[in-house]
Structure formats: structure tokens, C-alpha cells
């Protein structure tokens, strides 16, 4: 072979020497290219911050008051602003249309709250005078199926076609023969009620433009829509989205009832539901299907499922830490009085024992948790708003180190 090379005209052993050398100076260029690609790679990309800027719009028998807890914790831990209902209020303005003077003391703070969740009426041009720019917005939906089941329940004694009506599956083989549109504010929890909370009219006939074009108003006025039903799937995608910890999203449940206050529907009855809460079941199929293609575009399935088992160890863990018997009880089985959630209906809403064996700080932390929502924003209305008047929850609050001071009064 080298014979034949040396044999080779002087012209062509140099357009060989050329293209050797080429071919050298190319493969170190690739080489040194390629590692810098694969260091650029494994550059951490910018880590994300924290949104401290958050409505959440919550929707009634969708687990939100278990978002609630959250959202009153993380406003906590980070020492911000809440809007919270003015005066003696519980809500901010429930059924009314939100408007500015349902927040305690709108006028002088104007922009310059950080967090709003309680119920209300969503009114968007309202609530963007009280929310900055930068907010975030979220809601939660829940399976209509359910949710009118849990509503019947819960508001058995406050709506007028629950009330008069024996039970759930007697209710939706006849809903027009108690269902009156004049008791409209009563009975917004008998139709279409997540519909209603979001600001539209749920006895509206249902459309395709009509419905459609809700879809589309309510997809530009929120950046995240979460499933009740997919409740910790929800929490890793909320924790993503806002760029949260996972300790931040951490929860127990929160007002939910004891098994033997659910009624069974039938199969006819749950077919019912779909027609007579067309709005609603409309509104849970568009945004469940929102919901699964963004966790396939931002997580992915693998990873969270992983971060789910993440979030139920951690919670587990808690549990253990926090609980006696370490699961919820009856309302009759909560030993501290002061931790007694709200009953409603025929609801046998549930509670929780704190182990007795907890140092000062690792009780505070676990009370927090499981406290129910008037109790908490009670307290935080009190530390917000120091010079007005407390709201009239005959309670204690339970993690006070002076439980004189912040006894909260009869209204008279």
C-alpha cells in the first residue's frame, strides 16, 4: 500500500494530505462542540420564583376548603396580605356579584393584597381592582355527579328543591316539581352551581355558542383550572405551576363528611345529573381534558406519579406526627371544641385529635393544618385587622399562646 501511495502524482498526494488534516480539524470540532453542548445540557436551568400573587375562586362542595387551609398557611409562612370579608362577614359578598366593598379595608390598602380566596360570586373587573396585575388565578371543579349528591346533603335545609324533596334520587326523577327559579338565590346549589360561582347564570339555556363562548371567557380569565376529583395530581400541578414546595401544598382534608351521610345514587339518577347540570357537566368535560394535556406538557405521567407517592408519603408521615388514631372522626369524637368544624344539612362533617405528646412549635404547625376555615380566617382577620371589631365565632382560637386575648365574642 505505501509503494502505491509514493507512486501517486505529487498533486494528488497533497489534496490527500489536505483532506487529512481537514478531516482531523473537523472531528476535534465536533468533539469540542459536542462537550459543550453536554455541559450546556447539564447546566441547572433558572430556578423558578415563588408566585406570591394568588385568587383562587372557591367553588362550593369541590374540596376547596381543603385548597383554603393551604392557601391561609402559605399566607402565614410568608407573612403576607389577604382580602378578607369585611365586618362580621364570613364570605365576600355570597350570592351577591363580588364587588370591592366586600373586602376589609379595600379602600386604603387598594392593590396591595397578596392573596384572595373566599367564597364569592366571580366578578372579574371587580376583582382585578382589588388583585395586582401579576396575580394568578386558579379554580377547582369537581365531577357534577358528585358534587350535586354532596350538595344535596350538605344544603339540605337551605335550598327550597332539596328541602322539599325526600331524598337525592326523588329530587332528580322530578327536579321541576321542586325546583322554583323565584327561590333563585336558595337554590343555586340545586343547578349548575360551579356555573354560578364562576359569574354565570345557571338556569341559562345551554347552547353550543353559548357554552363555548363561557369556555373560552372562563379560559382567559384563569390560568389554571384543577380536578377535585384528581385532588393530589392537582396539588403537584399546582406546586409546579406556582412554583411552590412540596410542603406547601401538603394537606389534610378538610370538610368532608363521614360515609354513613352519602346518599347512593341511581344509575338513572347520575344519567339526570348530566341533563338537568348540562352547564356544569359541560364546563367539568372541557376543563378535565385541559387539565390531563397540561400535565402532559409540563410534568408528564411518569414524573407525576412519582410526585404523587412523594406527596402521600409526606403526608403519611404528617399524620403520624400530628394524629391521634391518625385519620378523621366524627363531630361528636373531636376532643378540642375549638378545632370543631361547621355542620350543615344532614352532614356529619369530620375532624381531628392532635396527639397530646407535641412540643409547642410541632403543635402549631399540626393545628394549623387541621383547623376549619371560619376558625382560621377568624384568626387571620384578627391579625390583619387588630383594631376591628372580631368575628362572631363563639370559639377560642386554638393556637394562641394568650387565650383571653384572643377570644372571639358573641355577636350581640
Not at 392557601?71 to 378578607?84: C, D, P
Not at 350570592?95 to 366571580?122: A, D, W
Not at 362533617?349 to 376555615?373: A, H, W
Not at 365565632?393 to 386575648?405: I, T
Request: aromatic content about 14%.
Amino acid at each position: 500500500h505505501s509503494q502505491k501511495f509514493w507512486s501517486l502524482s505529487r498533486y494528488t498526494k497533497c489534496f490527500l494530505f489536505f483532506n487529512f488534516f481537514v478531516g482531523i480539524a473537523l472531528l476535534g470540532f465536533f468533539h469540542t462542540t459536542s462537550k459543550n453542548l453536554s455541559a450546556q445540557l447539564l447546566v441547572t436551568p433558572t430556578p423558578c420564583h415563588a408566585k406570591t400573587n394568588v385568587m383562587f375562586l372557591k367553588t362550593h362542595k369541590t374540596a376547596s376548603s381543603t385548597v383554603l387551609n393551604i392557601l391561609f398557611r402559605f399566607t402565614e409562612k410568608y407573612n403576607l396580605t389577604i382580602a378578607l370579608p369585611a365586618d362580621q362577614r364570613f364570605h365576600l359578598g355570597y350570592p351577591k356579584r363580588f364587588m370591592t366593598s366586600f373586602v376589609e379595608e379595600f379602600q386604603t390598602k387598594g392593590q396591595n393584597y397578596n392573596i384572595m380566596c373566599n367564597h364569592l360570586r366571580f366578578n372579574p373587573s371587580e376583582v382585578h381592582k382589588v388583585m395586582p396585575g401579576n396575580t394568578f388565578y386558579f379554580s377547582i371543579l369537581r365531577n357534577p355527579i358528585f358534587l350535586l349528591e354532596s350538595s344535596y346533603v350538605y344544603y339540605k335545609n337551605v335550598a327550597p328543591a332539596f328541602s322539599s324533596s325526600k331524598d337525592v334520587n326523588e329530587y332528580l326523577a322530578s327536579p321541576l316539581k321542586y325546583y322554583r327559579e323565584e327561590d333563585y338565590t336558595k337554590n343555586i346549589y340545586a343547578k349548575n352551581n360551579m356555573w354560578f360561582d364562576f359569574g354565570y347564570d345557571n338556569n341559562a339555556e345551554g347552547n353550543e355558542n353559548y357554552t363555548q363562548e363561557v369556555l373560552k371567557e372562563i379560559e382567559q380569565n384563569f390560568h389554571l383550572i384543577l380536578i377535585a376529583d384528581y385532588f393530589d395530581e392537582s396539588m403537584i400541578l399546582l406546586k409546579h405551576t406556582l412554583c411552590w414546595d412540596l410542603d406547601d401544598v401538603i394537606y389534610f382534608k378538610l370538610n368532608s363528611r363521614s360515609n354513613d351521610t352519602v346518599q347512593t345514587l341511581t344509575p338513572e339518577s347520575k344519567e339526570r345529573i348530566k341533563t338537568w347540570c348540562s352547564l356544569d357537566w359541560n364546563l367539568y368535560l372541557h376543563f378535565n381534558r385541559s387539565f390531563w394535556r397540561r400535565i402532559e406538557e409540563t410534568i408528564g405521567l411518569e414524573e407525576l406519579e412519582k410526585e404523587v407517592n412523594h406527596l402521600r408519603m409526606r403526608q403519611k408521615e404528617l399524620m403520624e406526627t400530628c394524629l391521634l388514631g391518625q385519620e378523621a372522626v366524627v363531630k361528636t369524637h373531636i376532643k378540642d371544641k375549638t378545632l370543631l368544624p361547621f355542620q350543615s344539612g344532614d352532614a356529619n362533617i369530620l375532624g381531628y385529635n392532635i396527639r397530646p405528646d407535641l412540643n409547642n412549635e410541632t403543635l402549631k404547625n399540626c393545628q394549623k393544618m387541621i383547623v376549619p376555615e371560619l376558625q382560621y380566617m377568624s384568626y387571620l382577620y384578627s391579625l390583619q385587622h387588630p383594631h376591628k371589631k372580631r368575628k362572631p365565632l363563639d370559639l377560642p382560637l386554638p393556637w394562641s399562646s394568650s387565650l383571653e386575648k384572643t377570644r372571639v365574642p358573641s355577636q350581640n
